[in-house]
């Protein structure tokens, strides 16, 4: 790997970060750390339980100190939860210090997704236009990505190959 800085990989729920970032891992041959499931082990509960019993800002909270402690590693391949690029401390460290992937789907095809998922405390209360609501407006954040990777009628495969030929390319 030429570089040390970490590829981050971020997007919707749903939209394929932990799946696609767990391969490009394999490939590169380098660590890969889901946020969600850091969290979930350090608290001992699911997300969905987090949410139910401490609320969603105490999961915000423990949420920003375990990404920002898992971005201070080198070479690694990250997958962040859905909301955790709203962060503006983890935003920041990103954009500034990391190569970060948006992993871009239809809204369409994202609803479809995620709306019944008893995983995703958020898409389970929310209705149809609620989430398209959130799509769109995660949308405007998720763009200031270093690389938008559209999704939509791609295989993962195709996918990681994009993700892997930037990496590749890129020059910081």
């Known amino acids: ?7 981050v990989f971020l997007g919707m729920m749903g939209s394929g970060k ?9 490939k590169l041959n380098i660590d890969f750390i889901d946020i969600d499931q850091e969290i979930e082990k350090k608290i001992g509960m699911t997300i969905s339980e987090i949410f139910e019993n401490k609320g969603e800002k105490y999961f915000r ?6 990404t920002l402690k898992m971005l201070k590693k080198n070479k690694i391949v990250i997958s962040l939860g859905g909301g955790t690029f709203l962060n503006n401390k983890v935003k920041k460290e990103i954009l500034n210090n990391h190569i ?17 998922s ?10 149809k236009n609620e989430l398209e609501d959130l799509i769109k407006n995660r949308s405007i954040v998720y763009s200031k990505a270093m690389c938008k990777i559209e999704c939509d009628n791609q295989t993962k495969n195709d996918i ?3 993700v ?3 990496y590749e390319t890129y020059k910081p």
């Open 100 to 116: 970060s992937f948006w992993l871009s789907w239809e809204t369409k095809t994202l609803v479809d997704r995620i709306k019944d």
């Open 1 to 7: 790997m030429k570089s040390k800085k970490n590829l």
């Open 118 to 127: 008893k995983k995703r405390p958020i898409a389970l209360k929310a209705s």
């Open 164 to 166: 892997i030929k930037f």
């Open 18 to 26: 932990s799946s696609i970032g767990s391969l490009v891992s394999k």
């Open 160 to 162: 990681v190959k994009k």
């Open 61 to 66: 909270k423990i949420e920003e100190l375990i």
